[in-house]
């Protein structure tokens, strides 16, 4: 029982030493072998690999993919003409040699990005200082970019390489201070609002003068129907009196009779009017009546 034991033990030590010298290196990573401190080899393509077991050997990984820098720092720089802008820049760069990153910059990726964060600044600063904000937002855009890029692949490739290739450098925004851009929001709506009120001062007048016009051509309208209505009156009233005198030279007892309606109507034609009348002796109720002829 205890040779059984023993010989479990020794297969579970054997089986964690072989472990131990075995390490797989990812297609998206760099595989450092370290010998007590001191890179021994550095594994660039994916695979199983041996290693002695520590403490002889170690292995540690860097990412060999691309990686993307964004800024991080709102501090204003100044241009040319001595105005406070801030910009948002990012850099796409990679680890190229292991070796040379981790003995000149860090051990992980974060070292780099703390650095070149730094140099890119700086290059920022020194490019933009020689520029307008005219040509740092249109004209010399891409030339900036450029030569922002090239100020720091002289500076990672200097005297003690980094290690690290820089793939792009690129401007996602550039803008004046909050305090700038205040200033030009509120000079932009005082424009704006004086174009506003002289469109409105213009709608204003032309509104006046349509009114007026339409003022005009209605008075017109007005005066040319009263007259024609007139016209059309007095020729009306002109047939109806020659109607009128040739029924009435017809039968004058029928006139006489037309022209007591119309007195009647004109005397109690009028709310509240009150006309106190003997129906007996009324010539007028008799005619309604019938029962005598009206007198002339």
Not at 163 to 187: F, K, L, N, Q
Not at 271 to 287: W, Y
């Amino acid at each position: 029982m205890n040779k059984i034991g023993f010989i479990g033990t020794t297969v579970i030590i054997l089986l964690g030493l072989l472990s131990s010298t075995l390490f797989v290196v990812d297609q998206r990573q760099f595989g450092v072998v370290y010998a007590l401190g001191q890179i021994k080899e550095v594994i660039t393509e994916p695979g199983l690999n041996f290693k002695l077991p520590p403490p002889f050997q170690n292995v540690s990984y860097i990412d060999k993919r691309l990686l993307t820098l964004d800024s991080v720092d709102t501090e204003p720089m100044l241009t040319a003409e001595k105005q406070r802008v801030v910009i948002d820049w990012y850099v796409r760069w990679r680890i190229t040699d292991p070796g040379a990153y981790i003995r000149n910059v860090g051990l992980d990726e974060n070292a780099g990005a703390m650095q070149l964060n730094r140099v890119v600044r700086n290059a920022f600063q020194e490019e933009i200082n020689r520029r307008t904000v005219r040509e740092l937002i249109s004209t010399r855009r891409e030339t900036l970019m450029e030569d922002v890029k090239r100020e720091v692949l002289e500076s990672v490739k200097g005297a003690k390489p980094w290690g690290v290739d820089i793939v792009d450098v690129r401007i996602t925004r550039a803008d004046y201070v909050e305090a700038i851009t205040e200033s030009v929001y509120r000079r932009m709506q005082a424009e704006r609002q004086r174009v506003a009120n002289e469109l409105r001062s213009t709608g204003a007048a032309e509104g006046e003068t349509i009114r007026a016009a339409a003022d005009k051509q209605r008075e017109v309208t007005v005066a040319n129907a009263y007259r024609d209505a007139q016209k059309v009156r007095g020729e009306g009233d002109a047939l109806a009196n020659r109607v009128y005198a040739e029924s009435f030279g017809k039968d004058p007892q029928f006139a006489e009779f037309y022209r007591s309606l119309d007195a009647y109507k004109a005397s109690i034609g009028k709310k509240g009017d009150v006309l106190v009348i003997d129906p007996s002796s009324s010539e007028f109720f008799n005619a309604m009546r019938g029962s005598t002829t009206p007198k002339r």
